[in-house]
């Protein structure tokens, strides 16, 4: 079972920068590849960025590519989505997720296993 919490998110003018924290619970956390997700009102939720177990392998959609930042600290149980050149697009709740085997990054939300309950990202034009 692992256990997820975001936080990081909140109101930013366009072109600025917010870093999203998602902590886990568990000890396996290491063994999970994380996933970072996005759902605005009225969308379907879509992937943004994912990074395998070791960090080694990290995958982002074309939306954000060379933008946003996906990593991870197995030592502190957490994964970060740092986000630059934010857009006023951006703004959804961004959800945070676990999937095993971690060795692989996937894209599609049903293929994770244990998810976070969301925090608000705003961007004003």
């Known amino acids: 079972q692992v256990q997820l919490v975001e936080s990081g998110g909140g109101l930013v003018q366009a072109g600025g920068s917010l870093r999203l924290s998602c902590a886990a619970s568990?000890?396996?956390?290491?063994?999970?590849?994380m996933g970072w997700f996005r759902q605005a009102p009225g969308k379907e939720r879509e992937f943004v960025a994912a990074?395998?177990?070791?960090?080694?392998?990290?995958y982002y959609a074309d939306s954000v590519k060379g933008r946003f930042t996906i990593s991870r600290d197995n030592a502190k149980n957490t994964v970060y989505l740092q986000m630059n050149s934010l857009k006023p697009e951006a703004t959804a709740v961004y959800y945070c997720?676990?999937?095993?085997?971690?060795?692989?990054?996937?894209?599609?939300?049903?293929?994770?296993?244990?998810w976070g309950q969301g925090t608000q990202v705003t961007v004003s034009s």
């Open positions: 997720a676990a999937e095993w085997p971690g060795h692989i990054v996937v894209v599609t939300p049903y293929e994770y296993d244990y």
């Open positions: 568990g000890r396996t956390f290491s063994s999970y590849a």
């Open positions: 990074i395998s177990w070791s960090g080694g392998i990290t």
